[in-house]
């Protein structure tokens, strides 16, 4: 199993309240990733980063931030919960190639 | 953005049967590659594709990589147990590299009947 760790593996929170997801890596990759996965949507790219410091927007980013400080963690922030934002949570990293993704464990958020 | 469109949505078949579920695409990708979700886990890569026309193996599942770059398809043989979950076939458009991030069918729910 690629070396993938997400906290909180589980969350409940209030509408209008910050959240920050993160993910751990131990792999030493550069590419890491951030989805969420939604029934009869399956899995969106929200943002991802190709290096510290380096992020980009992906297909559903409104209402989501992120950074990276360091290789080993990318942090998913939503600065303002909404119901909405309701999901499951996928951090993913690239193969050693980067020509693949590995997947987290997942966080499964609910806003109420 | 891009679409895929993953087929069946589910499937519901006997142990020992074989499986087939494809993805097509209006868009052509570099890059496929097939994963297995498991209740409550995240997805497993199964088999990655990264040339058109590749067949590629992994002990009782086949995928193959289109022509056209536009579809894929992955085939489970003898079917047991352990394959039920959910199947996505995602795509992405580097070579080489899924610099951007995948695009994802919505996924194949197999259901085995004993």
């Known amino acids: 199993d690629a070396g993938i760790t997400q906290s909180p593996r589980h969350k409940v929170t209030e509408t209008g309240t910050p959240v920050t997801l993160r993910c751990h890596q131990t792999e030493n990759h550069r590419y890491m990733y951030w989805y969420r996965q939604d029934p009869g949507h399956g899995l969106r790219l929200i943002h991802y980063?190709?290096?510290?410091?380096?992020?980009d927007k992906g297909e559903v980013s409104d209402g989501y931030s992120v950074s990276r400080s360091k290789t080993e963690d990318f942090l998913l922030t939503l600065e303002s919960a909404t119901s909405s934002q309701t999901s499951v949570y996928f951090c993913?990293?690239?193969?050693?190639?980067?020509?693949?993704?590995?997947f987290g464990p997942g966080t499964r958020l609910t806003v109420l | 953005g891009q679409q895929l469109n993953q087929s069946p949505q589910s499937m519901f078949i006997q142990e020992g049967e074989d499986v087939s579920m494809n993805c097509t695409s209006s868009?052509?990708?570099?890059?496929w590659l097939w994963y297995k979700q498991d209740p409550g886990e995240g997805p497993v890569l199964l088999i990655a594709l990264y040339k058109a026309g590749e067949l590629t193996s992994n002990g009782r599942l086949t995928a193959q990589f289109g022509i056209t770059r536009k579809d894929s398809f992955l085939n489970i043989s003898a079917s047991i147990p352990s394959d039920v979950g959910i199947y996505f076939c995602?795509?992405?458009?580097?070579?080489?590299?899924?610099?951007?991030?995948?695009?994802f069918g919505k996924g194949t729910h197999l259901i085995i009947q004993p």
């Open positions: 980063s190709y290096g510290v410091k380096d992020t």
């Open positions: 993913a990293i690239s193969g050693p190639s980067g020509d693949t993704q590995y």
């Open positions: 868009s052509i990708f570099n890059t």
């Open positions: 995602a795509g992405s458009m580097y070579s080489g590299g899924g610099a951007d991030g995948l695009t």
